[in-house]
């Protein structure tokens, strides 16, 4: 049931579906969410079961804005202060101490949950519109089934869940990967999965140097090691090995797709051949979107040419290790 996610009228049905408990896929700037309120851990539970994804990975919780944190954290550590002054709304998960009673579901359990403002403004709408009507928070993972491509326009939607779902078209999400998430329950922040934000920009906001995830680490969103997969088999190359195999390859049958920077003179014939763009915040507006496209193409296999290895690629890089991995 695809709605005009900028109509108020639009909005307050959506935020009376979520405090009856129902289900609401919205638009964030990262990627479309599978929301629920997270303080019902029933509606919580819908969730799981309609992506099929195990309950004991957690959801991230989506705020209306900072002062809704007090609601879901025993404690606000002092850099995840700073972090959200500096980044909310926006691409940035915090990771805290949960409060007693509340979010237990969407935490997958744990005693630390993960929240976010988001910068969609018809996410800010609902948000607002939802705690109006008594819903603190709304928990949403990506709006697809568990493990697989997330959805960056309301269109790829379609398909994954039951058609009576109400879902919020608000147009492409421009950033169009999901957010970083920074653990800071540890007396140091710890970045659990990279966005588009930079280790630097986050270390810049945090005043403190960033440490990597290790095995004390709580489980967060989006961390598994496989994960945001295509249908088709994804190999991610160097770009000479992705020439070398092309050129091997011949006239071969095999339907093939191709995500790459511009390919050599005289490679890739018959190749089905998308370009990379040179900006990794171009790549990351795309990159679902692109690997959506090759899938409806029919292909047998998508071969990507690994990104540079530098900080503001780490986002696409560390999505498309995962969909490698699946």
């Known amino acids: 049931m695809l709605l005009d996610g900028n109509d108020p009228k639009v909005i ?15 638009p964030t700037e990262t990627v479309y969410g599978l929301g629920a309120r997270a303080d019902d851990d029933a509606a919580v539970a819908q969730i799981f079961r309609a992506k099929g994804r195990p309950a004991d990975h957690p959801l991230i919780v989506h705020v209306a804005d ?11 550590p002092p850099v995840a202060v700073r972090l959200v002054a500096a980044f909310w709304p926006g691409p940035l998960t915090i990771i805290v101490p949960r409060a007693a009673g509340i979010g237990t579901a969407a935490a997958g359990g744990q005693a630390t949950i993960g929240l976010r403002c988001p910068s969609h403004p018809v996410a800010r709408e609902l948000l607002r519109a939802a705690r109006q009507a008594g819903v603190p928070g709304v928990a949403g993972p990506s709006a697809n089934r568990f493990g697989r491509i997330s959805p960056t326009r309301a269109e790829h939607v379609e398909g994954e869940f039951d058609d009576s779902l109400m879902v919020l078209d608000g147009g492409p999400c421009d950033v169009g990967i999901e957010s970083s998430i920074v653990d800071c329950t540890r007396g140091h922040p710890v970045l659990l999965r990279p966005g588009v934000l930079t280790r630097a920009q986050i270390e810049a906001a945090a005043g403190e140097p960033l440490h990597d995830a290790d095995d004390a680490a709580p489980r967060a969103s989006g961390t598994l090691e496989a994960h945001y997969a295509p249908r088709a088999p994804l190999r991610l190359m160097p770009a000479a090995q992705l020439h070398t195999a092309l050129q091997l390859l011949g006239s071969s049958p095999l339907k093939l797709a191709v995500y790459s920077r511009p390919l050599p003179a005289g490679t890739g ?12 915040a171009d790549a990351a507006h795309e990159l679902f979107s692109v690997l959506r496209a090759l899938d409806q193409e029919g292909v047998q296999l998508i071969w990507v040419e690994e990104p540079p290895a530098t900080p503001e690629w780490e986002g696409v890089r560390d999505r498309l290790r995962r969909a490698a991995a699946s």
């Not at 307050?12 to 919205?26: S, W």
Request: net charge positive; no cysteine.
């Open 269 to 280: 014939s018959g190749v089905l051949h998308r370009v990379m763009p040179e900006r990794a």
């Open 66 to 76: 900072a002062d809704s944190v007090r609601g879901f954290a025993s404690l606000v």
């Open 12 to 26: 307050e049905r959506a935020a009376a579906a979520l405090a009856a408990g129902q289900l609401v896929v919205f």
